[in-house]
C-alpha cells in the first residue's frame, strides 16, 4: 500500500514534469513561429554559465528544458521551470518585502534600497528587468530616475558593483578611436553621455555623473522601446571641481581638477568623432553638462553629427507643451500664449533653452516676423542668482543677453536691476512662474503670496529643478498659498494635493521624460543625420496636443507617467514626420526615404510601435563562432 502510494506520487511529479516540458516546448514552438523582432530566434557563441553570467541572453529559471539542453545548462539551475510572469512575480514580492525591511539611512529608508534590488536585477538579467521596470513604471521611474537617481549619483562610490556603460578619461587622450572597439556591441543605436559637471541640481559629482547616463537610458528602453543591447551610457572623465570628491580616497574618477579651454574641447571632439566613426548611425544625447558648455557643445556639433542636447532641447519642449497647457487650463485658445507674462527664475542651461524656444513660439504665432520675434521678448522677466537681468548689467552671460530688460521700460515697471524674485513677481503679476533654477524653496511663502495678485485667472507654477529637495516649492506649499485655482507642475514627481470636498489639486510631472525618449526613437526611425529645431517642435507640439480638454480643465497638463509608452511613440512619429516633411528622412533599414513617404499617419504609428523592443525571451540557439 505505501509503495502504491509512493509510486502515484512519483508519477504524479513526472506527469508534472511532462506537463511542464510540454508547456515550455509549445512555448518554444510558439516562439519559433512568431517573427517580430522580439521572436525571432537569437544566436549566440557561447554556452554554461557564460550564458547564465550574461545579462543580455539569461533568463534564469525560465530556460526550458530543451534549451538547458541545448546550451549545457542542465543541473546549473534549480529543476523548476518557471515561466516570466512567474520569475516577475516571484521578484516582486521580494521587492516589496525587502522594502518594508531594508533601511539605508534615516533620510529615504528605501529608495536606495529598492535601487539596488533592481540594479543586482539589471546585472543578471535584463529581460525580466525591463519586464518589471515597464510593467510598474509609476512606481519605479522615480528609484530608476528622478529623484532616486540623484542618490545613486551621490553615493555611487559605494554602490558600485558590476561595471556598466563606457568611461573616457583625460588620460585616454589619444586612445579613444581604438577604446570604442572594446564595446562588445557592433549596434549602438543611442548614447547618453555626461561629463558630471552639473548632475539634476546636485552640482558637479564628477565621475559618479554615470548613473544619470544609465537611468536616462532605462527610460530610453522603457519608453521608447530601444533595444537595450544597443544602448550605452557613457561617462567622459575630465576631472572634477567638487573638492569633496578630490579628497575622497574611495573617488573612482580621475583626482584631478576638470579641464578646461581648448583642452577640454579636446576630448569632447576625440570622444564625438570615435563614437561616430564605429557607429556612424548613433544618436548621442548630450546630459547634465554645465550649461558653459551645454550650449557651446551643442553649437559645436548640431550641424555635423546627430546629437541633440537634453537639458537644453528636451526640457524646452516639455515646457512649451506645459506653457501651451496653462494657456487652455484658463480657458483661452493657444493662440494667445504671446500674450503671457512669464516669469523664468534660473537663466542656466534649462532656463536659456526654455526662454529661446518660447519666444520662437510666440513669434511663430504673430507671424513669424522680426518683428513679432522682438515683441515676443517683452512678455519674458529673467531672475538669476544676482536677480533680475537687464541691460544695467555688467559681464552679462552673452546666452541670457537677448532676455535681458531694457532698463526705460523696467522703470515703468517699478523695477530695477537685481530686483528680487519677489519684487518681480509682485510689480510683474505674472500668468506664469517657472522655477529652472536648482534652489528648493526659492518659491518661498513671500514670492507665493505675491503670486495671489497675478492677473491671470488661473496662474500657473512650474517647480521644474530637480531632484525633489531642489524643487522651487511644492505643491502642498502651492495650493495652500496662492489657491485651488493654480496649475502646478514639477520636475520630479510629487503625489496629488487633497483640496478637500473630494477636489483634487493635481500634481504634474513636467519633466523631459516625456519628450527625450521620442525624440530619439523618432530620430533614429526616420533616419535624419541631425535633429532640427523642426523635429523638436513638431515633438513638444505633439506633446501638447495630447492631453484632452477635460484633462485641461482639470488641471492635468501632462500625461500620467503609466501612459509614456503611448506618448513616446506619439512623439517618435511627430518627429518622423517632420523629418519627412523637411527633406531629412533617409530611412531606416528597409525602410528606405521612398517607403517611409509613402506612409500615411496610421502606418507611420505602426512602424514605430514595430520597431519599439519589448520584453520577451527570444529563443536561443548555439552556433560555433
Ligand atoms: N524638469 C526638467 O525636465 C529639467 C529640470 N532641470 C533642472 O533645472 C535646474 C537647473 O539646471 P541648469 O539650467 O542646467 O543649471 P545651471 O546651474 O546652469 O543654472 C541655474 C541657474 O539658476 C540661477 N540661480 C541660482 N540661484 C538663484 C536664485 N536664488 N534665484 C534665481 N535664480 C537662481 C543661476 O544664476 C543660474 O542661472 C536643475 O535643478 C535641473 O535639475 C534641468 C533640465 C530638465
Ligand atoms: C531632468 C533633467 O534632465 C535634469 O534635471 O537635468
Ligand atoms: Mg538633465
Not at 21 to 27: I, M, P, Y
Not at 370 to 382: D, K, L
Amino acid at each position: 500500500m505505501t509503495n502504491f502510494s509512493h509510486k502515484l506520487r512519483l508519477s504524479s511529479t513526472l506527469l508534472r514534469r511532462l506537463q511542464q516540458r510540454v508547456t515550455a516546448a509549445n512555448s518554444d514552438k510558439f516562439r519559433s513561429f512568431t517573427t517580430t523582432e522580439g521572436h525571432r530566434p537569437t544566436i549566440v557563441h557561447k554556452r554554461s554559465l557564460d550564458i547564465l553570467h550574461d545579462p543580455w541572453f539569461n533568463k534564469g529559471t525560465a530556460f526550458s528544458t530543451t534549451e538547458r539542453d541545448r546550451l549545457n545548462l542542465r543541473g546549473l539551475l534549480p529543476p523548476n521551470i518557471m515561466s516570466p510572469e512567474q520569475q516577475v512575480d516571484r521578484f516582486m514580492a521580494d521587492l516589496k518585502r525587502l522594502q518594508v525591511n531594508a533601511r539605508d539611512g534615516p533620510s529615504d529608508p528605501n529608495a536606495l534600497a529598492k535601487w539596488r534590488i533592481l540594479n543586482r536585477l539589471h546585472d543578471r538579467n535584463e529581460t525580466m528587468y525591463y519586464k518589471v521596470l515597464i510593467g510598474n513604471i509609476e512606481e519605479y521611474a522615480p528609484i530608476v530616475y528622478t529623484p532616486t537617481v540623484g542618490l545613486v549619483c551621490q553615493n555611487y562610490s559605494g554602490l558600485f558593483r558590476r561595471p556598466r556603460g563606457m568611461y573616457f578619461s583625460a588620460e585616454d587622450r589619444g586612445e579613444m578611436m581604438s577604446m570604442v572597439y572594446n564595446w562588445p556591441s557592433d549596434e549602438v543605436d543611442m548614447i547618453v553621455v555626461t561629463d558630471g559637471s552639473r548632475i539634476l541640481g546636485l552640482g558637479d559629482l564628477g565621475v559618479q555623473g554615470i548613473g544619470i547616463a544609465i537611468g536616462k537610458l532605462d527610460l530610453y528602453v522603457a519608453a521608447a522601446g530601444i533595444n537595450p543591447q544597443r544602448v550605452l551610457p557613457v561617462m567622459i572623465d575630465v576631472g572634477t571641481n567638487n573638492e569633496k570628491l578630490l579628497a575622497d580616497p574611495l573617488y573612482l574618477g580621475l583626482q584631478q581638477h576638470r579641464l578646461e579651454g581648448d583642452e577640454y574641447i579636446a576630448v569632447i571632439d576625440e570622444f564625438m568623432k570615435a563614437v561616430f566613426t564605429r557607429w556612424p548611425n548613433v544618436i548621442v544625447q548630450f546630459e547634465d553638462f554645465q550649461s558653459k558648455w551645454a550650449f557651446k557643445l551643442l553649437q559645436r556639433y548640431r550641424n555635423t553629427y546627430r546629437m541633440f542636447n537634453d537639458d537644453v532641447q528636451g526640457t524646452a519642449g516639455v515646457a512649451i507643451a506645459g506653457l501651451l497647457g496653462a494657456v487652455r487650463a484658463q480657458g483661452r485658445p493657444m493662440i494667445d500664449f504671446p500674450k503671457m507674462k512669464i516669469v523664468v527664475a534660473g537663466a542656466g542651461s534649462a532656463g536659456i533653452g526654455v526662454l529661446n524656444s518660447a519666444r520662437k513660439t510666440m513669434a511663430r504665432m504673430l507671424g513669424n516676423t522680426e518683428i513679432a520675434f522682438e515683441s515676443a521678448r517683452s512678455q519674458f522677466w529673467v531672475v538669476d542668482a544676482h536677480g533680475l537681468i537687464t541691460e544695467a548689467r555688467e559681464d552679462i552671460d552673452p546666452d541670457a543677453r537677448p532676455f535681458a530688460r531694457k532698463v526705460k521700460e523696467i522703470d515703468r515697471q517699478g523695477l530695477r536691476e537685481g530686483a528680487s524674485l519677489v519684487e518681480v513677481v509682485r510689480q510683474v503679476k505674472p500668468d506664469v512662474l517657472l522655477g529652472l533654477s536648482a534652489v528648493g524653496g526659492l518659491f518661498s511663502q513671500e514670492v507665493l503670496e505675491a503670486l495671489k495678485g497675478s492677473t491671470s485667472t488661473r496662474p500657473a507654477i512650474f517647480a521644474m529643478s530637480n531632484p525633489t529637495t531642489n524643487a522651487e516649492c511644492t505643491p502642498e506649499e502651492a495650493y495652500s498659498i496662492v489657491g485651488d485655482n493654480i496649475i502646478f507642475a514639477s520636475g520630479s514627481p510629487f503625489k496629488n494635493v487633497d483640496l478637500g470636498d473630494g477636489r483634487i489639486g493635481h500634481c504634474n510631472q513636467g519633466n523631459n521624460m516625456y519628450l527625450f525618449p521620442g525624440i530619439g526613437l523618432g530620430t533614429l526611425l526616420s533616419g535624419s543625420r541631425n535633429i532640427s529645431d523642426g523635429m523638436l517642435q513638431a515633438a513638444a507640439e505633439c506633446l501638447a496636443a495630447y492631453m484632452t480638454e477635460e484633462e485641461v480643465q482639470n488641471g492635468i497638463i501632462y500625461p500620467p507617467i503609466s501612459s509614456i509608452r503611448d506618448i513616446t511613440k506619439e512623439v517618435a512619429a511627430a518627429v518622423i514626420k517632420e523629418a519627412r516633411e523637411e527633406g531629412l528622412a533617409e530611412g531606416y533599414r528597409e525602410m528606405d526615404s521612398r517607403e517611409l513617404h509613402k506612409l500615411n499617419d496610421e502606418e507611420i504609428l505602426k512602424y514605430v510601435e514595430d520597431n519599439m523592443w519589448s520584453p520577451e525571451y527570444p529563443t536561443l540557439i548555439y552556433r560555433e563562432d
